[in-house]
């Protein structure tokens, strides 16, 4: 009897009170839940705004007193077939897809060069090269656009995508060297020591022991390179001039707003699919990015 009683007593010792657990509940709601449904409705309510903009009827559009502004009545899909089919939105996203493949190809294999003879290298200065390769990125483009143009002009790439693709990297390759020293810096050295030994030229360690390691890196500077590039208007705005050759981000300000005139759903319809492809990018490689990080190298 005795035994039953100090093992009743033991388990209600153990078995935590009401109030806690609810206290408990309502601290998870408000610490976790709460902030994550509020990070949540502002990053995503901008893609709600445009989807629904892109499938209501003018009259909708034009009349919020009577119509909900957060809903539809009475969907179309009159504004996504005139930006597919009477505009060059077609034209307009494959220019931006072969500027952003383009200038994200050139600049990965140059920050890469740049990134691994600064770090593995060691020359005399070169932690000062690569701050300075940093700070050259945090120049601001409506500074540079003006001599690039000059420079652009001159070589008779005026009006070409290939302008683009050569431009973009002035402010790519800064940011991709800088994060790739980084990853860089993280791989044991010891490791090409032992192929220095065994004969490895430093191409041949770059390419089989280095690259492979740095995977993450590479990743990394290729997302923030093909965003960035996705997703530039000063430069596109300054060197292209025909409608044929612009980009998406130029062209759905510049050809479907015509004086004071918005086109307000084919303009965010363009908008809506002109961020699919870099959100499709993402998806493609966020799993290998983070089984990459966490397959860290050890020493």
Not at 150 to 158: D, E, N, R
Not at 190 to 216: F, K, M, N, S, Y
Request: charged fraction near 10%; aromatic fraction near 14%.
């Amino acid at each position: 009897m005795t035994d039953t009683v100090a093992q009743s007593t033991v388990a209600n010792a153990k078995a935590p009170p009401d109030t806690m657990a609810w206290d408990s509940g309502l601290r998870r709601l408000m610490m976790i839940y709460l902030p994550l449904g509020c990070f949540v409705l502002i990053l995503l309510f901008p893609f709600y705004w445009m989807a629904i903009t892109s499938f209501k009827p003018n009259a909708e559009l034009m009349n919020y007193r009577d119509n909900n502004p957060f809903w539809i009545s009475s969907p179309t899909l009159a504004h996504i077939k005139h930006l597919l089919f009477n505009t060059a939105y077609p034209q307009w996203l494959k220019t931006t897809m072969l500027v952003a493949i383009g200038s994200t190809t050139l600049s990965l294999i140059a920050s890469t060069l740049a990134a691994y003879a600064i770090e593995r290298l060691r020359f005399r200065g070169s932690p000062y090269v690569g701050l300075g390769i940093y700070l050259a990125y945090l120049v601001p483009p409506s500074i540079l656009f003006i001599p690039l143009a000059t420079v652009v002009v001159q070589f008779g790439l005026f009006d070409s995508p290939l302008a683009l693709i050569l431009v973009y990297p002035t402010f790519l390759v800064p940011f991709c060297t800088w994060l790739l020293i980084g990853y860089f810096k993280s791989i044991p050295y010891e490791l090409e020591e032992c192929a220095l030994v065994d004969g490895a030229t430093r191409l041949q360690i770059l390419r089989r022991i280095t690259l492979p390691l740095a995977v993450p890196g590479l990743i990394s500077a290729g997302i923030f390179s093909f965003t960035l590039s996705w997703n530039e208007f000063i430069y596109a705005l300054a060197f292209i001039q025909s409608g044929a050759n612009k980009t998406v981000p130029v062209a759905i300000l510049t050809e479907l707003v015509t004086g004071d005139v918005y086109q307000w759903g084919a303009l965010m319809a363009g908008s809506l699919l002109g961020s699919l492809p870099v959100a499709i990018f993402y998806s493609l490689f966020v799993d290998y990015y983070v089984s990459s990080l966490t397959g860290a190298v050890k020493e």
